[in-house]
């Protein structure tokens, strides 16, 4: 085979912008497991809400309203759609994983099963599995850059650097600020976090909330990209899943490293040996197993 | 249990038929025996398995291949799907056993997805059209498992339904003996209390894979008289809502409970098939049914029902 050295770096630029989609919702799920203690399996379909909010903010909502010349731009729905789902998490949390603090851990899993397939569900009748385009890019992010190397999409550049941004910025609030320190300690030791007066319920629906309008955000920085469509979710979330079994969810900077390199890995594969790269991933998770079995920065 | 109701059901299994279209009855027989292999991972061990579909689609696709492109009688057919799961099982386990909890269940699922993928690709499988027009067969290459009888002037496939119907018995029975054994009382004591039963001395680990290896078998022995009854092996019996249903199933009926399963493999298949015209909101329906029973639910009809006459079902 001939490796073309820009054939690799363009593979390893396009795995990058997967692995910054991974690296978010990874992020998210361990946020929300470092709180809650459970996997969140509705993670998908909040990933999947978050582009359809932006989608049907874009195109639905003006006629809606009776204005037509309406839309909830790119720029609004990248605060919007993750502040909507958030409150969906935060309902979600109040009104159901609550009761579920004092059973087995596993019944949390089940729980946001059943309501990622509500959600899928019901995005499904509605709307074309195979995808509808999300056209609300914003002019100043059309067009190409040149890198040297290839000529990249301006809007993936955009993508990879806002959502790199937005993973530091969670490691910086959990690990460097006063709320991060209370979050990290309600981690530890809830009652007695709860005995110097913090309150520790409150501060786990909002945790929840944060880490679903993660997946949000991923969701809509990945509309213009991928088409917005009801499977979105399902499809990436297994993906998330392999990636947070090889990352282990015990640190922040964990997720985020795994994410990233496994999309470049993804990206590497499909030059390499192109059939394997929905599945190499998987296999990284079998090796992981077999050689660190409590995940590469894992604390079991 | 005592005779009497064990009695009562199987002469409900053998006139069945007659009463109700009996591809209907095998389905129903299938996914129980399906559910109840599941049941002794989750119920009996603790072990959440997201991946149980691998081993139900897996032992479909490799039977119906060997009952049809290679001519292996449904016996046989059905053993093989049945070894092939096991040793499918064996892998999943040596992996999946080296977590714990949460993580046990993603891993199941993704490497269940793993298979999904093969399933997909491999060159025998049929893609997404799926394995079709597999052959019933010579049962011993002697009872033709395809063929009619006129009941009333219906058509019923007795034949086959029969052959079904032991199998079901068989495994339903090694799973009841299973689960009553000294076997079955050490994985109660594992899922109860792990380190307690690490430190009386038992072998943790093995006796996890041993049930793991037993329940994926048992669920390929029904994936693969699945696709005999069917014809027909399918990327649906390798997805993972075929993984969510078999725990929706188990969750419905009872968690631990040796008759829970089979009522909640009925209450799920009888109700996709009442609901299948209304298309894809069946995803709705499985999913709130799932919330429902997981907040408010979560001993299951045989459990409650357990509860209320304070005996174990």
Redesign the interface.
């Known amino acids: 085979m001939h490796l073309n050295i820009h054939m690799v770096l363009a593979q390893l630029m396009l795995g990058l912008n997967n692995g910054v989609f991974y690296a978010l919702l990874s992020l998210g799920l361990a946020v929300i497991?470092g709180m809650l203690n459970?996997?969140n399996f509705a993670h998908g379909a909040l990933y999947m809400l978050g582009a359809f909010v932006a989608l049907l903010g874009y195109t639905k909502l003006g006629p809606l309203l009776g204005m037509p010349g309406f839309h909830v731009n790119y720029w609004a729905a990248l605060i919007v759609a993750p502040l909507v789902v958030a409150l969906v998490g935060v309902l979600i949390e109040k009104t159901?994983l609550k009761?579920?603090y004092k059973?087995d851990?596993?019944?949390g899993?089940?729980?946001t099963?059943?309501?990622?397939?509500?959600?899928?569900?019901?995005f499904?009748?509605y709307f074309n599995v195979s995808g509808t385009p999300y056209n609300a890019m914003p002019a100043s992010l059309k067009g190409v850059v040149n890198l040297g190397f290839m000529i990249f999409p301006k809007y993936r550049l955009w993508s990879i650097g806002i959502s790199l941004a937005v993973c530091f910025g969670t490691w910086f609030l959990a690990e460097r600020t006063k709320l991060g320190s209370q979050l990290r300690a309600g981690t530890e030791n809830p009652s007695l976090v709860q005995a110097f007066g913090i309150n520790v319920p409150l501060l786990v629906t909002l945790t929840y909330g944060y880490g679903v309008a993660l997946a949000a955000f991923a969701g809509v920085v990945a509309a213009p990209i991928y088409s917005v469509s009801p499977l979105m979710g399902?499809d990436v979330i297994?993906?998330v899943?392999?990636v947070?079994?090889i990352g282990g969810m015990g640190s922040i900077m964990g997720s985020i490293v795994t994410g990233l390199a496994l999309g470049m890995v993804e990206g590497l594969t499909k030059v390499v040996y192109p059939?394997a790269a929905?599945?190499v991933i998987?296999?990284m998770?079998?090796l992981v197993?077999?050689v660190k079995?409590?995940g590469l920065f894992g604390r079991? | 249990m005592n005779r009497l109701f064990w009695a009562v059901m199987v002469v409900l299994g053998l006139v069945a038929p007659f009463v109700v279209y009996p591809v209907f009855v095998m389905q129903l027989l299938c996914f129980a025996l399906f559910a109840c292999a599941f049941n002794l991972l989750i119920g009996y061990t603790g072990l959440?398995s997201?991946g149980h579909a691998a081993f139900f689609g897996g032992a479909a696709y490799i039977t119906g291949y060997l009952v049809k492109q290679v001519g292996l009688t449904p016996e046989l057919g059905v053993l093989a799907g049945t070894v092939a799961a096991g040793v499918m099982g064996y892998f999943f386990g040596v992996?999946?056993i080296?977590?714990?909890?949460?993580?046990f269940?993603?891993?199941t699922?993704?490497?269940a997805?793993?298979v999904y993928?093969i399933a997909l690709?491999a060159p025998f499988t049929g893609g997404e059209d799926g394995l079709q027009s597999v052959p019933r067969g010579m049962l011993f290459g002697l009872i033709d498992l395809g063929h009619h009888y006129q009941v009333g002037g219906k058509p019923l496939d007795l034949n086959l339904y029969y052959f079904v119907f032991v199998i079901f018995c068989l495994g339903f029975w090694l799973i009841y003996r299973a689960i009553h054994s000294p076997f079955g009382q050490v994985l109660k004591a594992i899922r109860e209390n792990e380190p307690r039963a690490v430190s009386l001395g038992y072998k943790v680990e093995r006796f996890k894979l041993l049930a793991f290896v037993l329940s994926a078998s048992l669920a390929g022995t029904a994936g693969a008289t699945k696709s005999l009854v069917f014809q027909l092996a399918s990327l649906t019996d390798v997805s993972?809502h075929t993984s969510?249903d078999v725990?929706l199933m188990t969750?419905l009926g009872g968690m631990g409970t040796v008759l829970g399963p089979v009522v909640g493999a009925f209450t799920v298949v009888a109700l996709h098939s009442e609901l299948s015209s209304i298309?894809?909101?069946?995803?709705?329906v499985?999913?709130?049914?799932?919330?429902v029973?997981?907040?408010a639910f979560?001993r299951g009809f045989i459990g409650e029902l357990g509860r209320l006459l304070k005996r174990s079902l």
């Open positions: 497991f459970i996997i159901m009761r579920l059973v851990h596993l019944y899993l089940l729980l099963f059943g309501l990622a397939l509500v959600i899928q569900g019901v499904t009748n399902s297994i993906t899943f392999a947070v079994v059939p929905n599945t998987f296999f998770m079998i197993l077999l079995p409590a079991e | 959440l997201f992996l999946a080296r977590r714990q909890g949460i993580y269940a993603m891993i699922l993704a490497l997805q793993v993928f690709k993972w969510g725990v969750l298309g894809s909101w069946v995803t709705v499985v999913g709130a049914i799932f919330v029973g997981v907040l979560r």
